[in-house]
């Protein structure tokens, strides 16, 4: 099992809210890690857009618009990166990361298409 | 302005090594840690490894510990990534960048194949 899971694909309409989610592998606790979100669009290097581990520890990119935004659903087990209003610009591939054991963890990343 | 440049990438036969630079500018390279992030085509993001601002720490992934060495030199806002007994498997591009990965360079191209 991976460390953190994402959805392969999400799809949504332009105007639209999109709930990404990372899910932790049982055993590994969302509470105790900052989770680090990225945006890559084809053929250009990813993007830092946004880390989140409360709403006391949080910090945007430089330059993210603030329609990107981070947060946990504990139940889940999950990071959340949620994007309000979405835009065509927004159509690319995003990954979350944690540091974990040592070494950086990305997500399997998950495909945003705005239809 | 943060910049990070790589070189050093190219084509090499399976065993064979090569040596990749990350240039950085735009901040004080000697207070950040760095890492080396690769991406295989088609696919997704893999950590690689990880140095500290002073070299004193270093961690790699599981994939290329033994084989990879990851170096700096603070005094020309150099680091390196010293891949040795290169794999099929390693080909990819290598992304340098800083931090917990805030600010990332435009990669190069590692292609492993006879």
Known sequence: QAVLTQPSSLSASPGASASLTCTLRSGINVGTYRIYWYQQKPGSPPQYLLRYKSDSDKQQGSGVPSRFSGSKDASANAGILLISGLQSEDEADYYCMIWHSSAYVFGTGTKVTVL | ?114
Not at chain 2, 12 to 40: D, E, H, I, K
Not at chain 2, 66 to 91: C, H, P, V, W
């Open chain 2, 1 to 114: 302005e943060v910049q990070l440049v790589e070189s050093g990438g190219g084509l090499v036969q399976p065993g064979g090594s090569l040596r990749l630079s990350c240039a950085a500018s735009g901040f004080t390279f000697s207070s950040y840690s760095m890492n080396w992030v690769r991406q295989a085509p088609g696919e997704g993001l893999e950590w690689v490894s990880y140095i500290s601002s002073g070299s004193s720490t270093i961690y790699y992934a599981d994939s290329v510990k033994g084989r990879f060495t990851i170096s700096r030199d603070n005094a020309k806002n150099l680091m390196y990534l010293q891949m040795n007994s290169l794999r099929a498997e390693d080909t990819a591009v290598y992304y340098c960048t800083r931090e917990a990965s805030d600010y990332w360079g435009q990669g190069t191209l590692v292609t492993v194949s006879s």
